[in-house]
């Protein structure tokens, strides 16, 4: 039974979805994300996500050196059977449209229907690009939105119809649109971002999950209101947008052991209060409930410390028992 607090709106609704979001290019090889997923999966969560950077961020060593984030989903997929995977978010930089439309598509299968969401961001990591070679536009707006465009229709197109696209930046000529994702019509597209204009328009047209990354409350309240009306201009039913954030995780039994979490991630307590999902479990519900009241429908619990699965059960035990 719910207390009486800001948390009330959460229980009287639909359960708010948590998901594990792991930073593996801060020095994570495919075993660690292996196990990470399983504890993920065996506990409750909702999904499995990764970030796709090709360089570390910070003073970290990053060992052993990146993954890729398709190639790691598809051999997730194949070892997992019930949680859904996805990117958040996959730059525009790093593939071309009709190779992601491929690789999504393909790992889609692997994993079953229903089980694979693609979320597509501009890219803002230059570092990343320069040291493997990617080139770096300074238009990175206008190739999500082609590339938007691209994908969908590559996965829209009826079988045995072919499709073609001409863009400023990309064209398709005949093109087969081949391999279909299990998922019909496709998989589910992620966007976010804090655009006052475009983001909310491109989520309208294209997305069923507008997400804020790391950002203060009232920056995701404001942002899921733009979106709001942007669906709304769009035609669309209210009902067809899930709105999600992202935020660092660091829970604790007590005082102590959220002050050893946050050390080990070199972070501060406090500082994780403010801007994260931090503090006790009884601290951690009543925050969500705040993003609950708001139209939070979805939290991605970054996790930074991924050989810490006794995080991972504490939350699953003391937090989401509770959703």
Same mark, same amino acid.
């Given at each position: 039974?719910?207390?009486?607090? /800001?948390?009330?709106?959460?229980? %009287?609704?639909?359960?708010?979805?948590?998901?594990?979001?792991?930073?593996?290019? @801060?020095?994570?090889?495919?075993?660690?994300?292996?196990?990470?997923?399983?504890?993920?999966?065996?506990?409750?969560?909702?999904?499995?996500?990764?970030?796709?950077?090709?360089?570390?961020?910070? *003073?970290?060593?990053?060992?052993?050196?990146?993954?890729?984030?398709?190639?790691?989903?598809?051999?997730?997929?194949?070892?997992?059977?019930?949680?859904?995977?996805?990117?958040?978010?996959?730059?525009?930089?790093?593939?071309?449209?009709?190779?992601?439309?491929?690789?999504?598509?393909?790992?889609?299968?692997?994993?079953?229907?229903?089980?694979?969401?693609?979320?597509?961001?501009?890219?803002?990591?230059?570092?990343?690009?320069?040291?493997?070679?990617?080139?770096?536009?300074?238009?990175?707006?206008?190739?999500?939105?082609? @590339?938007? @465009?691209?994908?969908?229709?590559?996965?829209?197109?009826? !079988?045995?119809?072919?499709?073609?696209?001409?863009?400023?930046?990309?064209?398709?000529?005949?093109?087969?649109?081949?391999?279909?994702?299990? /998922?019909?019509?496709?998989?589910?597209?992620?966007?976010?971002?804090?655009?006052?204009?475009?983001?909310?328009?491109?989520?309208?047209?294209?997305?069923?999950?507008?997400?804020?990354?790391?950002?203060?409350?009232?920056?995701? %309240?404001?942002?899921?209101? /733009?979106?709001?009306?942007?669906?709304?201009?769009?035609?669309?039913?209210? !009902?067809?947008?899930?709105?999600?954030?992202?935020?660092?995780?660091?829970?604790?039994?007590?005082?102590?052991?959220?002050?050893?979490?946050? %050390?080990?991630? *070199?972070? %501060?307590?406090?500082?994780?209060?403010?801007?994260?999902?931090?503090?006790?479990?009884?601290?951690?519900?009543?925050?969500?409930?705040?993003?609950?009241?708001? *139209?939070?429908?979805?939290?991605?619990?970054?996790?930074?410390?991924?050989?810490?699965?006794?995080?991972?059960?504490?939350?699953?035990?003391?937090?989401?028992? @509770?959703?």
């Amino acid at each position: 039974m719910c207390p009486i607090t /800001t948390a009330t709106r959460m229980c %009287e609704a639909d359960p708010m979805d948590l998901r594990i979001f792991t930073e593996p290019q @801060q020095g994570a090889s495919y075993d660690t994300l292996l196990s990470v997923a399983k504890a993920t999966e065996d506990l409750g969560f909702d999904a499995f996500f990764r970030s796709d950077h090709y360089l570390k961020m910070g *003073g970290v060593t990053g060992l052993p050196g990146p993954t890729d984030a398709w190639i790691t989903l598809a051999g997730l997929a194949r070892e997992t059977s019930r949680i859904k995977l996805g990117t958040l978010v996959t730059p525009v930089t790093f593939r071309l449209p009709g190779p992601l439309a491929i690789s999504v598509a393909q790992v889609d299968q692997m994993a079953g229907p229903g089980r694979v969401e693609l979320g597509l961001g501009t890219g803002w990591f230059a570092e990343e690009h320069t040291a493997y070679g990617i080139p770096f536009p300074d238009k990175r707006f206008d190739l999500l939105e082609e @590339q938007l @465009q691209i994908v969908t229709g590559l996965w829209n197109t009826p !079988d045995g119809e072919t499709y073609s696209f001409k863009g400023e930046h990309y064209s398709l000529t005949d093109s087969p649109a081949l391999p279909k994702p299990a /998922t019909r019509p496709h998989p589910p597209i992620i966007i976010g971002g804090g655009g006052p204009k475009r983001t909310p328009r491109l989520a309208a047209q294209y997305a069923s999950e507008f997400n804020t990354s790391f950002r203060p409350f009232d920056d995701t %309240e404001r942002l899921f209101g /733009t979106v709001r009306d942007a669906v709304a201009a769009n035609g669309r039913r209210p !009902d067809s947008m899930t709105y999600s954030a992202a935020l660092v995780a660091c829970v604790g039994r007590d005082e102590a052991e959220v002050a050893k979490r946050a %050390e080990a991630i *070199g972070r %501060e307590p406090a500082e994780l209060r403010e801007n994260g999902l931090a503090g006790t479990p009884a601290e951690v519900v009543e925050k969500i409930g705040r993003y609950a009241a708001i *139209g939070a429908q979805r939290l991605y619990l970054q996790i930074l410390d991924l050989s810490d699965l006794d995080h991972l059960e504490l939350i699953a035990s003391q937090v989401l028992s @509770q959703l």
